[in-house]
Every structure is written in structure tokens, then in C-alpha cells.
């Protein structure tokens, strides 16, 4: 079914009020085999395997990933290597990149955006100045030539997440925001002039806060 757009009402502009969780990425790829161990290589959960006389469909789940892949000869139209700059978030852009170098995968150095997060201007090596969130990225290519981008995102943009419901995908998410917790309080403290008794509820406050992009406490 087609939409025509000359059609809608410009006026209904709010967010829609059913859930639509983006499930399943199809990738194009040539060899299934070739592309199982690949992404078995990446560290990801194989959720399927099915096979059916000469049809084949494999699963796969990034960890903490709400979102998985899957692919099998014949199931896209699109051409394989045609999928382009898949992100891939993640709460240390350094610490992925080495994870998966460790696992044998050859990923880019870190880089940023001269024109910030958007991904405006020329490349600059390292990661973007402060670390800012959304700035630092770093890409590695699947045998096919499907283009992977890791995204380093430590502060949501505002409204991204619901506040009421904070979550980690990972133990190294949660440890990687509590250390940015420990430094932003340390700061707190200094600012103070003390030790601070209530630091739990601090710290509950920032994590938060800094998911949701939301002002963080000072």
C-alpha cells in the first residue's frame, strides 16, 4: 500500500501511541555460511538456525541489542555490500574497537566529525573533542562489504529515552556510566566542600538524567 502524501494531515505531528520496535534487519549477503562465522566471530548471540530443503535462515542478536539480523539467499532484492553505515551503539567507542580487533575483525581507528555529531565535515582522527556523546565512531565491513559503524553514545539526545525507564544492556554499559557517575560526583564533592552522604541517590539521579538526556545534576 502506498501513501499519498499530498494526503495527510501536516497537522499530526505527535508521536504515535502504538509501540513499533524495530526488530529484524534483513542483510544481503552471498554466502551464508561465509557470513555465520563472521557474525559468530563478532561475539553476537545465534538466535537461529533453520533450515528447510534448500531454503536457510540464520539469526543473530548484537549484545544488549533490542534489534537483531538475520539474512538467507534470495529473501532482499538488494544486492549484497549495499548496506551502508549500520550503527551499532555503544558507551565506549575505544574498548568496542578492541574487543572486536581482539576477536580477529579489522575495524577502523577511532575517528570524528569536524562539523560534530551530525557527521558533518571532513574525518579527523581520535575520538571527538570531550569524548562528546554521539561524536566518536569507528567502522568495519562484513565479508560481503555490509558496512557496520560504531557509535560511541554516553548522554541520549532529549526524549530518545523515557526517564521512568532506565535500563543497561550490558554489565560494561552500566559500568562504563557508573565510572562517568563516579566523575561527574567527584566533582560534586569538590564543589561542595565535602563528602556527600546521600551519593546513591546522586548517582541514581545522574544515570538517569544522562540516558534520558535530561539536565544532569551538578
Not at 499519498?4 to 505527535?14: E, I, M, P
Not at 553476537?44 to 533490542?66: I, Y
Amino acid at each position: 500500500m502506498s501513501i499519498n502524501t499530498a494526503q495527510v494531515d501536516k497537522t499530526s505531528t505527535t508521536v504515535g501511541k502504538f509501540d513499533m520496535k524495530l526488530e529484524v534487519v534483513t542483510i544481503p549477503v552471498s554466502e551464508i555460511e561465509r557470513a555465520k562465522e563472521f557474525y559468530e566471530c563478532l561475539g553476537w548471540r545465534l538466535d537461529a538456525d533453520a533450515s528447510k530443503g534448500d531454503e536457510r535462515v540464520v539469526q543473530f542478536t548484537p549484545p544488549g541489542s533490542p534489534c537483531s539480523i538475520h539474512f538467507r539467499k534470495g529473501v532482499t532484492p538488494a544486492e549484497t555490500g549495499t548496506l551502508q553505515s549500520l550503527y551499532l551503539i555503544v558507551s565506549d567507542v575505544q574498548a568496542a574497537r578492541e574487543e572486536l580487533v581482539g576477536r580477529g575483525v579489522r575495524v577502523s581507528e577511532v575517528f570524528h566529525y569536524t562539523g560534530g555529531p551530525a557527521r558533518f565535515g571532513g574525518k579527523v582522527g581520535g575520538p571527538a573533542p570531550d569524548r562528546l556523546s554521539y561524536g566518536s565512531y569507528a567502522t568495519f565491513t562484513d565479508p560481503d562489504g555490509n558496512d557496520w559503524l560504531l557509535q560511541e553514545v554516553t548522554t541520549r539526545l532529549p526524549g530518545r529515552i523515557d526517564p521512568a525507564a532506565t535500563s543497561f544492556g550490558s554489565v560494561s554499559d552500566l559500568a562504563a556510566a557508573l565510572r562517568r557517575a563516579a566523575a561527574a560526583h567527584n566533582e560534586h564533592e569538590k564543589r561542595v566542600a565535602g563528602e556527600h552522604a546521600d551519593w546513591p541517590e546522586w548517582y541514581a539521579a545522574y544515570l538517569t538524567a544522562e540516558q534520558a538526556g535530561a539536565e544532569l545534576p551538578s
